[in-house]
């Protein structure tokens, strides 16, 4: 998230929280659109070392590259205090943020199609290479970073990066390798009503474990492979049980608005943001802020931006806003970006592909779901559930995928419509291997098991 919301009007009940989600509703045939979201964390080529936000040795850091991205962009700059932390396109949505390690966002704006997302991409990279190249930075396009010690990772100047930094030991055993050391892909997507909703939801959170493995990117840390092909989504097993997780209770009778706000109002807070101050209240209640209890900030009460903010803490596989975040996808490859737009938009944005999808998953029942999430960080395509193996799973949702992608029918200049970005996705089904064996073949081969090659070959090209 780029930018914390600005909205002072005091919440006075739980139905304004509902009403929140409520407004993304796409009703009297507005538009659905796509909105993806990309981490890339950065190198200096010159030696393989991580790029603190100052930089180092005389060479300039994160904070040069935002502001050499702000000046070839004209976006405008979000400071933290005196920190500047981001940028923001004043009119389509796009925006670059900061994770804690200095992971590079483009948050895309909200798109048309996959056409779009693409041109958007090249755009980004476009305006990117010429700050990057003066630098002497460069951009790995895997899911966790392979080689730097959490010690060695550079830390961003964000408030709210701090209050988590010293939150997450005390809930979960890997929530500072979430922080500082990971790296995603994710694809933003509108609902027509609260129906389309929870059944974009329950489809979503099915499929994120097939999600994950497809997109398995991740097989290094400290230097070494680590024994899973997706580190990134095993260390998000052990991060904080109250905010992550695959939702169950969305699959249950009634399921809608009104029961994703009583959940997220369950889930600790971490801060309050009051003019530039993040103050930190980690680990206390929502409920208790709208009622002006809050023992940290005793009479203070909630507000709109308040809730925005504290949705923007909650990370299940799938995210409820004014719109669903699919977030179970490793860092990639370009085309692995517009990869997993095409996928969502397929699926999602064609009634025929939807209903389909939910027939295929709707006898898997929570333990099962729950299984699969277990299993994928290890094995992958070769994950079972219902007796069948994901790479035969998968097989089925592409073909879903590219029937709804040509029942779209969005054609770019050479009459190609968006089912020719699943291309990534097919191939690797087909071989049966995800990207991160690919690499292990690699390190074990051509590499001679030194994993500073994957600073040559798994780098984003500018």
């Not at 932390?85 to 200095?102: D, K, M, R």
Request: hydrophobic share 40%.
């Amino acid at each position: 998230m780029a930018r914390d919301v600005s909205d002072t009007t005091p919440i006075t009940s739980r139905n304004m929280l509902v009403e929140w989600l409520e407004a993304g509703c796409k009703t009297g045939g507005a538009p659905l659109r796509i909105g993806t979201e990309h981490e890339k964390i950065p190198f200096y080529a010159a030696d393989n070392a991580p790029v603190p936000y100052d930089g180092s040795a005389g060479r300039g850091g994160v904070r040069a590259l935002l502001e050499g991205l702000g000046d070839a962009l004209g976006w405008a700059p979000i400071f933290d205090r005196d920190a500047l932390i981001g940028l923001y396109q004043p009119e389509g949505g796009g925006a670059i943020s900061l994770e804690p390690g200095g992971q590079f966002e483009l948050s895309g704006a909200p798109l048309l199609d996959v056409h779009a997302t693409k041109e958007e991409l090249d755009a980004h990279f476009g305006a990117l290479a010429p700050v990057a190249n003066a630098l002497g930075v460069r951009f790995l396009d895997l899911g966790c970073s392979p080689k730097w010690s959490r010690a060695e990772t550079p830390a961003m100047p964000k408030q709210r990066y701090a209050i988590m930094r010293s939150y997450m030991p005390k809930v979960g055993a890997r929530g500072l390798d979430m922080m500082f050391r990971t790296a995603t892909v994710q694809v933003n997507v509108d609902f027509v009503d609260e129906a389309d909703m929870v059944q974009k939801m329950r489809v979503g959170l099915a499929l994120q474990p097939f999600v994950t493995a497809i997109f398995a990117n991740s097989p290094f840390l400290d230097g070494k492979p680590t024994g899973r092909l997706s580190q990134r989504s095993y260390i998000w097993l052990d991060t904080d049980p109250n905010r992550t997780g695959m939702l169950p209770f969305a699959f249950d009778k009634g399921f809608g608005f009104e029961r994703y706000v009583d959940y997220a109002l369950d889930v600790p807070m971490y801060f309050v943001k009051r003019g530039d101050v993040y103050h930190d209240v980690a680990g206390a209640s929502f409920r208790d802020l709208m009622e002006g209890r809050l023992a940290q900030l005793p009479g203070e009460r909630a507000t709109m931006s308040d809730w925005a903010n504290h949705l923007s803490t909650i990370f299940p596989e799938v995210r409820l806003k004014t719109y669903l975040e699919m977030r179970g996808a490793d860092a990639g490859p370009r085309t692995h970006f517009t990869a997993l737009a095409a996928l969502f938009a397929g699926l999602f944005y064609d009634s025929g592909a939807l209903d389909a999808a939910r027939e295929l998953t709707k006898d898997w029942t929570a333990d099962a779901r729950q299984a699969l999430r277990d299993d994928v960080p290890a094995l992958a395509l070769d994950a079972t559930i219902g007796g069948r193996g994901l790479r035969d799973i998968g097989r089925d949702v592409l073909s879903l995928a590219k029937d709804g992608l040509r029942r779209r029918a969005r054609l770019d200049a050479q009459g190609r419509d968006e089912s020719v970005f699943l291309a990534p996705l097919e191939a690797i089904v087909e071989e049966g291997r995800c990207l991160a064996q690919q690499r292990l073949d690699a390190y074990y081969g051509g590499w001679g098991e030194s994993i500073d090659a994957a600073f040559v070959d798994c780098v984003l090209p500018l």
